[in-house]
DNA sequence: CCAAAAACTGAAAACGTTTTCAGTTCCTCT
DNA sequence: AGAGGAACTGAAAACGTTTTCAGTTTTTGG
């Protein structure tokens, strides 16, 4: 079942069918209808690989995940499908696991699947311009900080949230409850830019208020695992237990550290209170619910393809900042005296 | 950069350069290192549209996901990824809404987008033979119960649980704790099949136990996101507060339905015990640890990839039926007095 | 009513592979 | 040394589209 079969189907030549499936203007109202009728009584679906090979590209998307063990992007993941779906392309998706990789492995894909634009997802993005070079496809960094250091603006997109600033605003937060002694639970140590800034942010936020920020209370888990959280919660622990507040970068990272804190016999929020970033669905639904920044998922993720497509059509790149939104759960009070 | 350029480059005929590609064994050892060298040099990467066209099917398996609010499944699809990726395949991702697209759009997608084949995920599957046959390549469909019924058992391949058996265990185990009383919270209305089956489990426990079930104790969620499940949870409340144990379809459910009963002042597990399926990473962290029978989320993903690989390569069709293990966590106990 | 423009249509080339078929070269065995 | 076969290689067709270019029909304006 072929064009071939269409066009003899309906009494027209090749051209005219790939003109209709096509929208070309350049054809008569009449025709059409019957072209249409045709395809629909044939039950034809166009060949896409035919349509690619001409085209020199395809209508894939590459979406390249890191770090998929939080569900804070699975649930970006999703939105990114819808949007891709809905604007008429198609999603092939690539996990992958060492940051290095990240922007390799999706210069390969691009070049093997002929993908017509590219997501990267969840890592940190502070490439250089020969690693980005190598993408010869419009692509979009979603989520977490755009450094912009070494890359001219116009060579790709981004959609984000200032991690310096919403680690600032979270730790502010604790300290405007009155907590003094608040520890930190980072992420893996190979995500640079992102532990990097929160962590920055988060002693900022304490030297502004005239507080010396304590190595002792920095933790860092080594993986966004909720496992590694509740370990390093533990190693925390073990060093310190005098702190009343703990800060975490996702909300995994808080639900298990509660945990952790829970099954050490200190209860949240009267002993200790916790912040964390990101606002998933689950966290609303603990005991006690987490007090969290939402980072806002959806727009995340629909503003990521809005973009990319944009950028397949001609338009500019352009870099998106988005802010997050305190969601008041139970597990920040003041501290006890 | 295509394979004419390799060829050139290399002084033999494009069609040894695509038999190198191939691995054909008809070439000298001599001649393929100099392609391959020739290969590596040029940065060449074969276009995957080209290769698609004339195989007539490309290298891309679908994976038609229904129900992704569900977190069981996103993990599922985690384990499906990495199964696909590493047997060399590329995978296309479909969320879907309503459950009787699943077929036909699973369908359209091998048509246009000419997959090897598809993995139906997260959906009941009791389709007739006729909506079968409209997917022309092998499918495999994963987790939730296989419903042998309409179909020729050569005709699909599956991974599933027994969603009966499954639901019984876990309803059993509330009853030797001693429980009479049990509720159960039911997913959605339209996947007749598993609440159907996983209901009946339910009833069928009971009544071995000699307890005559009770309609009023049963609660359908609509859904199964977390909002459904605890809103589910207030409508059962409203009507009974006498039951001291809850059985919930998935762990998400149970998550939200204990945090509902805890909202009422129902404290869990001494007033009331939840016993869930799924086995999700969150649940271990909750405050109890949810009480729940694992569902092997890898293996069902790698067991699916497997099982399709191997009826593309013309393997038969099968059925696997995996078993879920309990883990005990802190949320089942006996009832009071 | 004619010329020119506009609207529409078809033939054929092109996209980059795989694969068949027909060689050609190189062994191996008598 | 020559025949027969094995091993290897290349030319060309085919896959199903899109698109260019040229041709035909229709419409418009004078």
């Known amino acids: 079942m072929t064009i071939k079969d269409v066009a003899e189907y309906s009494g027209v030549s090749i051209s005219t069918i790939s003109r209709v499936l096509n929208n070309h203007p350049d054809v008569r109202e009449e025709v059409r209808a019957k072209v249409l009728k045709a395809i629909q009584e044939l039950h034809y679906v166009p060949n896409s690989s035919a349509r690619d090979l001409v085209k020199t590209q395809s209508d894939a998307i590459g979406v390249v995940v890191r770090g998929v063990e939080n569900p804070f992007l699975t649930s970006v993941m999703r939105s990114i499908e ?60 979603c989520t977490y ?37 608040i520890a930190v639970l980072l992420g893996a140590t190979d995500d640079r830019s992102i532990s990097e800034l929160r962590y920055k942010g988060y002693c900022d936020a ?44 996702s909300d995994s990272m808080g639900i298990a550290a509660i945990k952790a804190l829970h099954n050490s016999g200190i209860s949240v929020p009267r002993d200790c209170s916790v912040i964390a970033i990101d606002g998933i669905e689950v966290s609303k639904y603990t005991i006690p619910a987490l007090t969290t920044l939402i980072q806002p ?31 008041e759960g139970e597990t920040v009070a003041p501290p006890k005296k």
Chains 1, 2 share one sequence.
């Open 82 to 141: 819808e949007a891709i779906r809905g604007a008429g392309y198609t999603m092939v998706i690539h996990q992958i696991g060492t940051e290095e990789d990240e922007v390799a492995e999706g210069a390969g894909l691009v070049r093997s699947k002929r993908l017509c634009g590219l997501i990267l997802l969840g890592g940190r993005f502070d490439y250089t311009p020969e690693q980005t070079a190598t993408i010869e496809v419009p692509f979009v960094c």
């Open 206 to 249: 304490l030297r502004d208020a005239g507080i010396q920020p304590d190595q002792s209370l920095v933790e860092q888990t080594g993986g966004y695992s909720m496992k590694n959280a509740y370990n390093a919660t533990e190693r925390l622990l073990a060093r310190r237990n005098d702190f009343t507040a703990l800060f975490t970068v």
């Open 297 to 327: 998922r959806k727009p995340m993720g629909y503003e990521a393809v809005r973009i990319l497509v944009d950028v397949i059509k001609g338009k500019k790149n352009c870099q998106l900042r988005l802010e997050t939104e305190l969601r």
């Open 145 to 181: 900080t755009n450094s912009f250091g070494s890359l001219d603006k116009n060579a790709y997109s981004s959609v984000f949230i200032d991690d310096y600033a919403e680690a600032y605003k979270a730790v502010n937060l604790l300290i405007e409850k009155g907590h003094k002694k």
